[in-house]
């Protein structure tokens, strides 16, 4: 599985971004994506994660209420919508592919096999 993430940008404090995953190699139905971030300085952290099939979701409590995490399987892509964005947002966004995400949504990066590039999300004050 090979994913290519792409969307951010800089943004002001309280706008929003959409950063899509795109898959290719193969289908995602029994997998989960991540959406994972890293900070300058920081270590890596989770943000979102849903399950292919069933399309459940899970989410790191401080974007709880302002990012949404969905899929599109017709073009085999997970998007993250993130509104209301304060500047500690601002990192590297990565997105990954669990391939037993049967097993639920986890928050360790360990769970997740493959790993796109990044995408660097910059939210100024």
């Known amino acids: 599985v090979q994913l290519q993430a792409s969307g951010g940008g800089l943004v002001q404090a309280g706008g929003s971004l959409r950063l899509s995953c795109a898959a290719s190699?193969?289908?995602?139905?029994?997998?989960?994506v991540g959406w994972f971030r890293q900070a300058p300085g920081k270590e890596r952290e989770f943000v979102a994660a849903i399950a292919w099939r069933s399309g459940s979701t899970y989410y790191a409590d401080y974007v709880k209420g302002r990012f949404t995490i969905s899929r599109d399987s017709a073009k085999n892509t997970v998007y993250l919508e993130m509104n209301s964005l304060k500047v500690e947002d601002t990192a590297v966004y990565y997105c990954?592919?669990?391939?037993?995400?049967?097993?639920?949504?986890?928050?360790?990066?360990?769970?997740?096999?493959?790993w796109g590039q990044g995408t660097l999300v910059t939210v100024s004050s």
């Open positions: 190699g193969r289908t995602l139905n029994n997998y989960a």
């Open positions: 990954a592919a669990d391939s037993r995400g049967y097993r639920g949504l986890g928050s360790r990066g360990n769970q997740y096999e493959y």
